[in-house]
């Protein structure tokens, strides 16, 4: 376990926390140890996208049943109807720009042009699903684009948004409330439901360093 001494460094002390948290007894050993769906459903994710890669014929029953799955695990209750809505629209965009066939950005390592691809990918699926008069899928499209695709896309959710808010006015507190950062990162910002919003959470690391 590292050690957290008071001469160390704020930013070192959150990588510390959540490498510590990692170690059995900590929060993050925990849940993976009560929740261990959640691997064996990124196996399936992995699967399902070298499908995709290698264009390969996935039943979109098959398809939506991982996205049916994925609603269901993380209690996002989106509508189960209008799921394929979802689902086809996703494969669909993601077909269009290219992302099935070619080097994916790594958000940590992604320049500001590959950063505002990823949100275009969001923001044009959101576009696609709104004109079919569903609602918006916002949360859960990013928790089924993070697992298609780990290292570059983020999980959205209310917990996600308040912890960024939290994060900023801590990290941020010397600029005024008003100042473009801090309202970037605002909840309301990210919670814009065009997925807009989500460069908030995307860019968030990189406006700490």
């Not at 939506?64 to 994925?70: A, I, M, S, T, W």
């Not at 896309?153 to 990290?171: E, H, K, L």
Request: neutral net charge; hydrophobic residues 40%.
């Amino acid at each position: 376990m590292f050690p957290l001494s008071s001469s160390v460094p704020v930013e070192e002390k959150v990588v510390r926390t959540a490498i510590n948290e990692c170690l059995p007894g900590g929060k993050t050993y925990q849940y993976f140890a009560l929740n261990p769906w959640e691997a064996s459903m990124r196996q399936e994710f992995a699967v399902f996208v070298q499908a995709q890669t290698a264009s390969e014929a996935v039943a979109i029953d098959d398809g939506v049943k991982l996205l049916r799955l994925l609603n269901a695990r993380y209690t996002a209750r989106y509508p189960v109807v209008a799921l394929p809505v979802v689902y086809e629209n996703a494969v669909s965009v993601l077909h269009e720009h290219g992302w099935w066939n070619r080097q994916i950005p790594d958000l940590l390592q992604a320049n500001d042009d590959e950063v505002q691809q990823v949100l275009n990918v969001l923001t044009s699926i959101l576009s696609r699903v709104a004109q079919h008069h569903v609602p918006q899928p916002y949360s859960l499209l990013t928790k089924w684009l993070h697992f298609c695709f780990p290292d570059t896309f983020v999980i959205f959710d209310s917990q996600a948004a308040n912890s960024i808010q939290t994060c900023s006015d801590f990290m941020h507190g010397h600029l005024g409330p008003q100042s473009s950062i801090r309202r970037q990162f605002r909840r309301v910002s990210i919670y814009e439901k065009g997925g807009k919003g989500y460069m908030g959470l995307l860019t968030i690391g990189a406006s700490l360093i």
